[in-house]
T-cell receptor
Framework: DGGITQSPKYLFRKEGQNVTLSCEQN?????MYWYRQDPGQGLRLIYY???????QKGDIAEGYSVSREKKESFPLTVTSAQKNPTAFYLC????????????FGPGTRLTVL | GIQVEQSPPDLILQEGANSTLRCNFS?????LQWFHQNPWGQLINLFY???GTKQNGRLSATTVATERYSLLYISSSQTTDSGVYFC??????????????FGQGTILTVHP
């Protein structure tokens, strides 16, 4: 089945630790995105990548890092510099044309203890 | 940046009722999507509709791009329709490549 997978589903982190969230897609999409959702809010863009080995900051990139070494994978690292990392993180992908429909994975809920 | 406003913020219905959700946006767009977020957080694509009208079963959507709004119609609502409905847009031109800007959502509750 084609789709987007994210792991883990739930993640608990101690303050001061870096954690990496996985996002994999088998839709043959060129573009991938990371969004953050806080309770009662819409989603905000963290980073996006249009093509392998290239990525750009979104609106709230501070305290996060990404890599895009493979077309299928776009992992997100939440660093200790992120002041308020507890949130729901969603990954999305689309074909490269900038205005094409985006599809989302099931999300990862990160809680900082 | 572009502003996206959804109304109403909350909507409570009895099963079988019809409803209309509205999305206003402040600038020209090249992408407009409607999503349903289920209780587990999954965003389900309802419509990709930068302009025109589409229908899918009990749901339909209309976007009037020149007047900068979109409407989502739900007919004969069911309890499984409950959840949060989001409108999201990509602003035309500029450096908005692929960036979806989301509204705050409409929380729909359908009672049996």
């Amino acid at each position: 089945d084609g789709g987007i997978t994210q792991s883990p589903k739930y993640l608990f982190r101690k303050e001061g630790q870096n954690v990496t969230l996985s996002c994999e897609q088998n839709l043959n999409h060129d573009a991938m995105y990371w969004y953050r959702q806080d309770p009662g809010q819409g989603l905000r863009l963290i980073y996006y990548s249009q093509i392998v080995n290239d990525f750009q900051k979104g609106d709230i990139a501070e305290g996060y890092s990404v890599s895009r070494e493979k077309k299928e994978s776009f992992p997100l690292t939440v660093t200790s510099a992120q002041k308020n990392p507890t949130a729901f993180y969603l990954c999305a992908s689309s074909s490269r044309t900038p205005y094409n429909e985006q599809f989302f994975g099931p999300g990862t809920r990160l809680t900082v203890l | 940046g572009i502003q996206v406003e959804q109304s109403p913020p909350d909507l409570i219905l009895q099963e079988g009722a019809n409803s209309t959700l509205r999305c206003n946006f402040s600038d020209s767009v090249n992408n407009l999507q409607w999503f349903h977020q289920n209780p587990w957080g999954q965003l389900i694509n309802l419509f990709y509709i930068p302009s025109g009208t589409k229908q899918n079963g009990r749901l339909s959507a209309t976007t009037v791009a020149t007047e900068r709004y979109s409407l989502l119609y739900i007919s004969s609502s069911q309890t499984t329709d409950s959840g949060v409905y989001f409108c999201a847009v990509v602003r035309a031109g500029g450096t908005s490549y692929g960036k979806l800007t989301f509204g705050q959502g409409t929380i729909l509750t359908v009672h049996p």
